[in-house]
Structures are given as structure tokens and as C-alpha cells.
């Protein structure tokens, strides 16, 4: 009889507890850590990344997505064009594509692709210039454009300047030889490849030509490497001093 009067008591106190629960409202369940309200709290760590990818910002574990309406458009140097666009493609460590523009960062070189640092490069720019966030570019007064018609300039993404962020974290050179026609090679993060000692532009029309690169000028000597030359997709042949050409297709520095 006791046994049948307890189980009786327990019956009725889980109906009572289930009841209370159902009646609560739904805030009653909020997680005041994440400021989630509902059943069951999100992944924290599959939100940041979902928030980082579509070019929000993660903080206090929420995330914030600005839309064009929103983005802080940064103040540009100089005359030439500023402009703000949603970036939808990333090339490698040093194109993007926006809307309306190829754009290639002033001043900075990354590996390409199948040279040493080529992923890390790329998979750097790509999360912190996103695909559908809203970039500023800062077109470059003295060289607005290179010879492919991408415009050049500095970049405003979700964190900073990219071309500064490439630099100081190891995953960009400064390319010297364009130092005296550029805006930019003035500041800080320029000055690695851009002192006076570095920015030295070589001399290709001394009349020592090497035969292996008919379309250009080239010395044999000194030892030069892609970043170093202002010369793209050209012709190698013959032995190949400065190993221009390393998957041997005979076409240089390519890009």
C-alpha cells in the first residue's frame, strides 16, 4: 500500500513539473552567455565561422553583418578613385575581384601558385576579404592600373588594410622595383622593400642582354628573382640564368 501511495506521489509530481515547464515562455530559456533564446544553444564555433565567411563580425558571441548601407566607407589619400564594392571572387594572396573591378594590391607580391606559401596566402586574403563582405579600395595616385588593366591600390577589409596584413605577417614581399611609382611606398609597411637601399630599380637596357629572354632585356647578372623585374609572361629559352621559367613551359614569371 505505501509502495502504491509513493509511486502515486512521484506520477503526480512529474506532471506538475512538466506542466510548469510547458507554461514557461521561451525566454525563461535564454542563455544570458550567448543571448540565445530557445531548446538547445547554437555551435558557437560553426556560427563564428559562418559569421566570418559572409563578412560579419563576431563579438560577444554574436555576430553582426553590415550590409552596403552600413560599411564605413574609410577616407582614401590622394586624387584617384575610392571606391567601395562587394568582393566575389578571391584570385590568390594579392587579387580580388569586386563587382565592377580586378583589383591587384599596390606595392605587395605573394606566392603563385605551386611556389612555397601559395595556400596560406590565399586562404589569409579570402578570410579576411571574404566573398560577399564590402571592401574600400584606395587606388594608387602614381600607378592607378598594371599592365593586365587591374586597378591597383590599397584595400580596406572586414580587419585592416590587407596589403599592410600580408606584409607584417610574413605572407607577402614588398615589390621593390615599383616603390618609386607608387602612393603608398611611403608608409610604414611599405619600408621593408621600399628603403632607399631596397628600391633601387635594376637596369635592363645596359646592353647586356641575356639570349634566353628575347622579348626583354634581362641581365644574366646579379641573380634576380620575378618580384625583382617589372616584366610578366615572357618568352624563356636557352639555359635560363635567373630559373624565370620553373615549370619549364617556356613562359616566365607567369601570372
Same mark, same amino acid.
Given at each position: !500500500?505505501?509502495?502504491l501511495?509513493? /509511486?502515486a506521489?512521484?506520477?503526480?509530481?512529474?506532471? +506538475?513539473i512538466s506542466?510548469?515547464? +510547458?507554461? !514557461?515562455?521561451?525566454d525563461?530559456?535564454?542563455?544570458?552567455r550567448t #543571448? @540565445?533564446t530557445g531548446?538547445?544553444? $547554437? =555551435?558557437e564555433?560553426?556560427?563564428?565561422?559562418?559569421?566570418?565567411?559572409r563578412?560579419?563580425?563576431w563579438?560577444?558571441?554574436?555576430?553582426?553583418?553590415?550590409?552596403?548601407?552600413?560599411?564605413?566607407?574609410?577616407?582614401?589619400s590622394?586624387? +584617384?578613385?575610392?571606391?567601395s564594392?562587394?568582393?566575389?571572387?578571391?584570385?590568390?594572396?594579392?587579387?580580388?575581384?569586386?563587382?565592377?573591378h580586378?583589383?591587384?594590391?599596390?606595392?605587395? =607580391?605573394?606566392?603563385e %601558385?605551386?611556389?612555397?606559401?601559395?595556400?596560406?596566402? /590565399?586562404? *589569409?586574403?579570402? !578570410?579576411?576579404?571574404?566573398?560577399? /563582405?564590402?571592401v574600400?579600395?584606395?587606388?594608387?595616385?602614381?600607378?592607378?592600373?598594371?599592365?593586365?588593366?587591374?586597378?591597383?591600390?590599397?584595400?580596406?577589409?572586414?580587419n585592416?588594410?590587407?596589403?599592410?596584413?600580408?606584409?607584417?605577417?610574413?605572407? +607577402?614581399? %614588398? &615589390?621593390?622595383?615599383?616603390?618609386?611609382?607608387?602612393? @603608398?611606398?611611403?608608409?610604414?609597411?611599405?619600408?621593408s622593400?621600399c &628603403?632607399?637601399s631596397?628600391a633601387?630599380?635594376?637596369? @635592363?637596357?645596359?646592353?647586356?642582354?641575356?639570349?634566353?629572354?628575347?622579348?626583354?632585356?634581362?641581365?644574366?647578372s646579379?641573380d634576380?628573382?620575378?618580384?625583382?623585374? $617589372?616584366?610578366?609572361n @615572357?618568352?624563356?629559352? #636557352? /639555359?635560363?640564368?635567373h630559373? *624565370?621559367?620553373?615549370?619549364?613551359d617556356?613562359?616566365?614569371?607567369?601570372?
Open positions: !500500500m505505501r509502495l501511495v509513493i /509511486s506521489l512521484v506520477g503526480i509530481g512529474v506532471i +506538475a506542466a510548469i515547464f +510547458a507554461s !514557461m515562455p521561451p525563461t530559456w535564454k542563455d544570458y #543571448g @540565445f531548446v538547445a544553444p $547554437p =555551435d564555433i560553426d556560427e563564428k565561422i559562418d559569421c566570418l565567411s563578412g560579419g563580425v563579438e560577444h558571441a554574436s555576430c553582426t553583418i553590415r550590409d552596403d548601407s552600413q560599411h564605413e566607407v574609410l577616407n582614401c590622394g586624387s +584617384a578613385k575610392c571606391i564594392e562587394k568582393v566575389i571572387r578571391v584570385v590568390d594572396g594579392d587579387t580580388i575581384y569586386t563587382t565592377n580586378k583589383v591587384r594590391l599596390s606595392l605587395v =607580391d605573394t606566392p %601558385i605551386g611556389e612555397s606559401g601559395y595556400s596560406q596566402a /590565399s586562404s *589569409f586574403t579570402a !578570410m579576411h576579404c571574404p566573398v560577399g /563582405s564590402t574600400t579600395i584606395d587606388q594608387d595616385d602614381l600607378q592607378p592600373v598594371d599592365v593586365y588593366g587591374r586597378l591597383l591600390g590599397k584595400v580596406y577589409c572586414v585592416g588594410v590587407i596589403n599592410e596584413q600580408l606584409v607584417q605577417n610574413g605572407l +607577402a614581399k %614588398i &615589390s621593390a622595383q615599383y616603390c618609386h611609382q607608387s602612393e @603608398f611606398s611611403g608608409e610604414y609597411w611599405a619600408q622593400g &628603403s632607399t631596397a633601387i630599380e635594376p637596369t @635592363f637596357d645596359n646592353g647586356n642582354c641575356d639570349p634566353s629572354y628575347p622579348d626583354h632585356c634581362i641581365p644574366s646579379p634576380l628573382d620575378c618580384v625583382e623585374i $617589372p616584366y610578366r @615572357f618568352r624563356v629559352t #636557352g /639555359s635560363d640564368p630559373k *624565370f621559367d620553373g615549370d619549364r617556356g613562359i616566365g614569371c607567369e601570372k
